[in-house]
């Protein structure tokens, strides 16, 4: 199980994702709570004129912080899909 969530997180690290320019990122992203629970520190992220181009019916858009060593993990208990880097996250696209 280890061997598949380091193989997860090699792929979400080298997967291709646009980047965001400095001043677009985390300051002014929308963060709530946790994803999965309070704690979790995968959050969703809420809409504004950042987000809403990710956003989409019967997904969630969540951010994980950069470097989080649970984002493989999350990647494959959610089946997420990365979408962009923004000052300090990572967006994910979460099916519902």
């Known amino acids: 199980m280890k061997a598949f969530a380091l193989i997860c997180v090699s792929t979400v690290l080298l997967s291709a994702c646009q980047q965001v320019p400095f001043g677009a990122g985390a300051g002014s992203l929308p963060l709530m709570s946790g ?10 992220v809420g809409e ?10 019967g997904t969630d858009l ?35």
């Open 48 to 57: 504004n004129e950042f987000t809403n181009q990710y956003l989409e019916d």
């Open 62 to 96: 969540v951010g994980c912080p950069m470097g989080y060593e649970g984002t493989g993990l999350f990647v494959f208990e959610t089946e997420a899909s990365q979408l962009a880097d923004a000052q300090g996250y990572v967006l994910f696209s979460v099916p519902r």
């Open 35 to 44: 994803y999965r629970n309070r704690a979790d520190k995968c959050v969703r």
